[in-house]
């Protein structure tokens, strides 16, 4: 459906994308974002709430296997209501992520994506009536093809890595072990097989102007590379511009020689800690490889036809205490690869989330942020503070949680033993984490764990409700 003769078109104040003055994104009408299971979402930055797997008016979530066609999928009354609420300035459900980044001073996904599609507003504005319906217009695609990965990074699942599955089963609660049918689809994936999805996607790619994957490791899934040479065998390669979410293990041949062939690449790079703590969060990574891959990027960018490229950094308990570490690296070490970080509050799992550390603990985290803060503010950098400010306002939203805490101390420990690794020896910061007891017979340490766990399993039954 489009506007009618009367009908006059939706607007957006000239605020629009100042932080938290609307909720306006481009993205419910310009991306597709397909994950690990082939679910269809709002985005990848939604994906965790459970608002943003987009549903049938039946309910029932949509899979890219069901064969719904993008006109079908945007006419559900999930899509348009989405539409509906943004035009109108509400925060939908899913982007709760977002929200929370403007919120903390970050710069949010929304707001990127309304500055780099912002010439496609216009069209959105003119061709969206007032119940959300509007023709079919995406121009970027988000895939995940599979969960294929070389590496078992400690906050992961083996959703998306299935190397995970055996050391996540020792890890797990007994509720979310990965067991039965559920373990079967994740270590034999096999929806992006689909002749079908690959003939819908020959059709689509006529229309794209970004392409982005993410895993697993996209650079080692045979699928990303199909999907490249399809680009280039329809002749439309030249008006896409390629991005990777890529843990930089592996720089493959075949990747080298088909990027000249796009409008341009980009690269986020997932590196969570200098030297080896990296490799601890993000085993079996070794520093050696990722550094010298990294200098090949940074040196050898025109030839691999990168746009930009920029460290990801999943700030979580692991890390928080030597970001700047890491961020001193990408200062004095590169001259294309941005200088700052893309730094991305962890969310979930719950025991690896910032805001659960004890008071002191993100007293002495906040100090040591500051500290790189005003260091950075000295030497006359400017891009990218907000993150740093974003990160500590973050980590302030919610108070510490023993039992959160305590099950940081199990999980870690745990993960320690099978790999013979210290977190201690690592982090000294986290040792009084470590080495916490709780002793018998000291009933108001028993209580106070207990308070806290109820409180945990609220705000788990309360998010879950608003989602």
Known sequence: MNQSADQN????????????????CVLPWLHRFVNLGGEVQLCCTAEEYDHSYIRQDSGQPINISDGLSDAQI??????????????????PAACERCRITEETGGCSRRQAENGHFGRHIPWILEHTDAQGYAPVHIRSRDYRLGNLCNLRCRMC???????????????????HKVTGKQAREY???TWFHSQKMWEDFTDQSHDLEHLHFAGGEPLIIPEVLKALEICIEQGV???????????????????????????????????????ALNDYIRYPAKWSTLARNLDIIDQEHEALNLRWAMLSVTVQVYNIFHLDQLIDYCQDRFSFIRAMPNLVH??????????YLPDDLKALAAERLRGLRDRLDSAGVVDGLGQVDSILAYMEMAEHSPYIMSEFKRVTTIFDRLRNE??????????????????????????????????????KIRKRLLA
């Open 237 to 275: 390669a030249g008006q896409i511009e390629l991005t990777f979410n890529t843990n930089v293990t592996k720089i493959p041949k075949r990747h080298r020689a088909l990027w000249p062939q796009f409008k341009a690449v980009n690269l986020l790079c997932s590196v969570d800690a200098y030297g």
């Open 74 to 91: 945007d006419a559900t009354r999930h899509m348009r209501d989405i539409r509906v609420s943004m035009l109108r300035g509400d925060w």
């Open 157 to 175: 699942h083996p959703r998306a890595s299935k190397l995970l599955m055996d050391e996540w089963n020792k890890v797990a609660r007994l509720q």
């Open 187 to 189: 270590l034999n994936m």
């Open 346 to 355: 962890l969310s979930i799992p719950d025991y690896f989330n910032i805001q």
């Open 9 to 24: 078109p939706a607007s957006l104040p000239e605020d629009y994308n100042e932080s938290l003055k609307h909720s306006f």
């Open 422 to 459: 210290s977190i201690a020896d690592l982090v000294p910061q986290l040792r009084p984490v470590m080495e916490a007891k709780i002793k018998i017979g000291d009933l108001g340490s028993w209580l106070n764990m207990a308070i806290s766990r109820i409180r945990w399993l609220s705000g």
